[in-house]
């Protein structure tokens, strides 16, 4: 497995049809669902302040995938967000998410004054937040009610940070 950044149209199609995979049968680990992804024009540059990593089989098959960019309000710009994390399920516990991850924070660290990687997670996704503590982040607030699921269903959400 090798992991790139996403920049040309197969890789940005393969993402999209990842993504609407898991949002599609894990609905409850997302906040966005299918239809929010209609029309959308591709999330992330290629620098290191916007960039959306793929961690590819030895065939090529995108089997993870995650997001950064920095904030751009000159009084945020030190802060970035990791979104949209997902690892295939034929993919989960090989390692794959933490190794998306540390690639992400070292590829971030190459943007000048980044002092900060914060992300959102369901509360109740205990795999994801167990992955983002052991690598430093930590929890810095909680929202209940957060997410509207579906009618009469909520999701909490905690907000984490690392800093660096």
Same mark, same amino acid.
């Given at each position: 497995?090798?992991?790139?950044?996403?920049?040309?149209?197969?890789?940005?199609?393969?993402?999209?049809?990842?993504?609407?995979?898991?949002?599609?049968?894990?609905?409850?680990?997302?906040?966005?669902?299918?239809?929010? !992804?209609?029309?959308? =024009?591709?999330?992330?540059?290629?620098?290191?302040?916007?960039?959306?990593? +793929?961690?590819?089989?030895? *065939? +090529? *098959?995108?089997?993870?995938?995650?997001?950064?960019?920095?904030?751009?309000?000159?009084?945020?710009?030190?802060?970035?967000?990791?979104?949209? !994390?997902?690892?295939?399920?034929?993919?989960?516990?090989?390692?794959?998410?933490?190794?998306?991850?540390?690639?992400?924070?070292?590829?971030?660290?190459?943007?000048? +004054?980044?002092?900060?990687?914060?992300?959102?997670?369901? =509360?109740?996704? =205990?795999?994801?937040?167990?992955?983002?503590?052991?690598?430093?982040?930590?929890?810095?607030?909680?929202?209940?009610?957060?997410?509207? !699921?579906?009618?009469?269903?909520?999701?909490?959400?905690? =907000? !984490?940070?690392?800093?660096?």
């Amino acid at each position: 497995m090798f992991i790139k950044t996403i920049t040309e149209a197969p890789e940005i199609k393969a993402y999209y049809e990842l993504l609407t995979k898991a949002v599609t049968e894990e609905p409850q680990f997302f906040r966005l669902t299918p239809a929010d !992804m209609v029309g959308e =024009s591709f999330p992330t540059e290629d620098t290191p302040e916007s960039f959306t990593l +793929g961690a590819f089989s030895d *065939e +090529g *098959e995108l089997l993870g995938t995650v997001g950064f960019k920095r904030d751009s309000f000159v009084k945020l710009h030190h802060r970035g967000l990791v979104f949209r !994390m997902y690892v295939s399920e034929k993919a989960k516990g090989l390692g794959l998410g933490r190794k998306l991850l540390q690639t992400l924070i070292e590829k971030a660290k190459q943007g000048e +004054g980044l002092r900060q990687i914060y992300l959102t997670v369901i =509360s109740s996704n =205990s795999r994801a937040k167990n992955l983002y503590i052991s690598e430093g982040f930590e929890r810095y607030s909680f929202e209940k009610e957060a997410i509207k !699921m579906a009618e009469n269903e909520y999701a909490d959400e905690d =907000s !984490m940070v690392k800093y660096l």
